[in-house]
């Protein structure tokens, strides 16, 4: 059976850090506000030059490089994103002709936080599918760019950066010790779109727009979400809380990745952590978040990583696999 083994893995940041103190001076908040609420420490906004596009490449050239691979060894690229550099063509194009790569095909998946969930649920099904052996999935964002700085309830919140990895297909036992994307479990509802929107778009109002969030209300679903959508993950693997080594979640806010990691049953120490560090990168964060983990040698080869996320929509969902 073909699996989706992850094979390599990349991050790019914006060189300016803001930290919540540095904030304060604008906006009318306190570091001792977000970091209560949020766990948010400091976020990275990009500057002069920085796009969605040139944060993607930077991170897809990383993931090539830990793969020991070139732009002439994939065979797709998908780019999760909700920021991206123009309304079309997608960032996925432009970071392919960026990368210097000319066959095969790219596009976005837009389904803003959960669209790194998503974008590998879709290269795992084009690979299981036999349309690619190698796809690069790259989870890039420049939220501070349709933030509305005037709106202390929602810019203190945010952050720009970009992830990548290398799947590629392996061929696996076809069973749950295999290697790579185990199971993938995704969800939307468009009955709660209001609740976490940009108020703008070339179809309504021709213009880019800003980011509007009702945050208690988005809190109040996120936690019963993510833990019903991880209960499915297990129900099709016959995994439990207990065989999972790391849970690298999306990175919108401390307090929902505590509950829903307590309501689940998993300990604290297996929670990859780094909302304190970027923000919620939306798309971004999973990729930025996995890669850190990685890199340090915390998750190891034959690992069950579990991956989650929920977002505007709502979109939520769900990745089981084994590194
Ligand atoms: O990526 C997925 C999408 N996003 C999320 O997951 C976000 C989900 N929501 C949240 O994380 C939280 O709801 C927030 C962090 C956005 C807000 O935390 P909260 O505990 O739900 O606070 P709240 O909205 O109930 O606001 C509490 C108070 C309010 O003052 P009053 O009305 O009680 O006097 C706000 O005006 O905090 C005030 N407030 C602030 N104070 C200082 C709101 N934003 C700020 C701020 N600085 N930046």
């Not at 069950?304 to 979109?315: D, I, P, S």
Request: glycine share 12%; with cysteine; proline share 2%.
């Amino acid at each position: 059976m073909i699996r989706s083994v992850v094979r390599g893995f990349g991050t790019a940041l914006p060189k300016r850090v803001v930290t919540n103190a540095e904030l304060e001076k604008t906006v009318d908040t306190s570091d001792e506000w977000i970091v209560q609420r949020t766990g948010i420490r400091q976020r990275y906004i990009a500057g002069e030059g920085e796009t969605t596009a040139s944060l993607g490449e930077a991170a897809g050239r990383a993931a090539l490089e830990k793969a020991g691979l070139t732009a002439a060894d994939i065979d797709v690229i998908i780019v999760a994103t909700s920021t991206p550099d123009n309304t079309f063509p997608a960032t996925a194009v432009n970071i392919q002709n960026r990368l210097g790569m000319h066959h095969g095909f790219a596009f976005d998946v837009q389904a803003v936080c959960s669209g790194f969930v998503y974008a590998v649920t879709t290269a795992d099904a084009y690979i299981r599918g036999g349309l690619a052996k190698r796809v690069l999935v790259i989870g890039a964002e420049t939220f501070s760019r349709i933030l509305d700085w005037t709106d202390r309830t929602t810019c203190v919140l945010f952050g720009d950066g970009a992830g990548a990895i290398v799947l590629e297909a392996q061929e696996g036992a076809g069973t749950t010790a295999d290697r790579g994307v185990l199971t993938a479990q995704l969800r939307s509802d468009g009955a709660h779109r209001e609740k976490l929107y940009v108020d703008g778009g070339p179809s309504t109002t021709g213009t880019v727009g800003h980011l509007r969030m009702e945050g208690r209300e988005v809190f109040k679903h996120a936690v019963g979400m993510i833990t019903d959508v991880i209960v499915s993950a297990f129900d099709a693997t016959g995994f439990t809380a207990d065989d999972v080594d790391w849970l690298v979640p999306h990175q919108a806010n401390k307090r929902i990745i505590d509950g829903s990691a307590r309501k689940l049953g998993i300990p604290e120490e297996k929670v990859v952590i780094t909302v304190d560090l970027h923000g919620n990168t939306s798309a971004a964060s999973i990729p930025l978040a996995l890669a850190a983990a990685a890199e340090d040698g915390r998750i190891k080869q034959g690992d069950l990583v579990l991956l989650e996320a929920m977002g505007g929509g709502f979109t939520w969902g769900a990745v089981l696999l084994r590194w």
